[in-house]
């Protein structure tokens, strides 16, 4: 069972900062996820919400500003005055810091709520650009962008993201198509993905922050977990002898 670091190292630092994703590189861990929005002026930035205004001091969505005006607020105050003056981070900048390492790198596209046209095709080709497209996993709720990414760069590993999970879950993946599946815990447990996972799909859990949940997953053949508490949970794995 692997591990990905859910939107950096948040347990311990602001969410899909720069510092969150810089703590993560340093650990020995499978792989990162954050998650991207589009901007007024067309760039990919890496914020989870569709607007500031949880992990900044500003108001607003990402789409109504440019990357300037973006980041003008500060988005580590919030978290701890440690962090004061970090700024909302562009793709670039994200995948720049997991650029030469082994880690694989989880995007997910957050359009599932505005439609943001054309957001697969420039992440794919800021990927593409910076030589990482081996490394990127494309992931999204919005499973029309998960079908258009196949679509567009069929070497690209793809994932669909559920809340909960569907009887035919395996088939729809073939159908999308998708090549692996993000599920969220409680869907994990369930008859579908059991058989999805014996069919051979590749199955990753979120978000996974006790230690009572990741052993309900230990030996149900699933291929990672993402989580917020990384360093607990390799404590966990390793006192499992579990190779991550």
Same mark, same amino acid.
């Given at each position: 069972?692997?591990?990905?670091?859910?939107?950096?190292?948040?347990?311990k630092?602001?969410?899909?900062?720069?510092p969150?994703?810089?703590a993560?590189?340093?650990?020995?861990?499978e792989?990162?996820?954050?998650?991207?929005?589009?901007?007024?002026?067309?760039?990919?930035?890496? #914020?989870?919400?569709?607007?500031?205004?949880?992990?900044?001091?500003?108001?607003?969505?990402?789409?109504?500003?440019?990357?300037?005006?973006?980041?003008?607020?500060?988005?580590?105050?919030?978290?701890?005055?440690?962090?004061?003056?970090?700024?909302?981070?562009?793709?670039?900048?994200?995948?720049?810091?997991?650029?030469?390492? *082994?880690?694989?790198?989880?995007?997910?596209?957050?359009?599932?709520?505005?439609?943001?046209?054309?957001?697969?095709?420039?992440?794919?080709?800021k990927?593409?650009?910076?030589?990482?497209?081996?490394?990127?996993?494309?992931?999204?709720?919005?499973?029309?962008?998960?079908?258009?990414?196949?679509?567009?760069?069929?070497?690209?590993? *793809?994932?669909?993201?559920?809340?909960?999970?569907?009887?035919?879950?395996?088939?729809?993946?073939?159908?999308?198509?998708?090549?692996?599946?993000?599920?969220?815990?409680?869907s994990?447990?369930?008859?579908?993905?059991?058989?999805? #996972?014996?069919?051979?799909?590749?199955?990753?859990?979120?978000?996974?922050?006790?230690?009572?949940?990741?052993?309900?997953?230990?030996?149900?053949?699933?291929?990672? #977990?993402?989580?917020?508490?990384?360093?607990?949970?390799?404590?966990?794995?390793?006192?499992?002898?579990?190779?991550?």
């Amino acid at each position: 069972m692997k591990i990905y670091a859910h939107r950096g190292y948040s347990a311990k630092y602001p969410e899909n900062t720069l510092p969150a994703f810089e703590a993560a590189a340093n650990l020995p861990i499978e792989g990162v996820e954050f998650d991207v929005h589009l901007t007024k002026d067309q760039q990919v930035v890496v #914020i989870h919400d569709e607007s500031i205004n949880r992990t900044s001091n500003g108001v607003g969505y990402v789409k109504d500003m440019t990357l300037q005006e973006l980041r003008e607020f500060d988005y580590g105050s919030w978290f701890s005055e440690e962090f004061v003056g970090a700024k909302i981070p562009t793709l670039e900048e994200v995948l720049s810091v997991f650029r030469g390492t *082994n880690l694989r790198v989880n995007i997910e596209l957050k359009s599932d709520i505005f439609v943001y046209e054309g957001l697969e095709k420039l992440v794919l080709q800021k990927a593409a650009a910076l030589k990482m497209k081996d490394q990127v996993v494309i992931s999204s709720f919005d499973h029309e962008a998960v079908a258009r990414s196949a679509e567009l760069a069929p070497d690209v590993e *793809n994932a669909a993201l559920f809340v909960n999970t569907i009887l035919d879950i395996a088939e729809y993946q073939e159908k999308l198509p998708a090549k692996a599946l993000h599920v969220s815990l409680p869907s994990a447990l369930r008859r579908p993905i059991r058989e999805a #996972i014996e069919k051979g799909s590749v199955v990753r859990v979120w978000t996974v922050n006790k230690i009572e949940h990741a052993a309900l997953l230990l030996h149900t053949g699933i291929d990672a #977990i993402f989580t917020d508490e990384l360093e607990m949970m390799l404590a966990f794995l390793k006192e499992n002898n579990v190779r991550v």
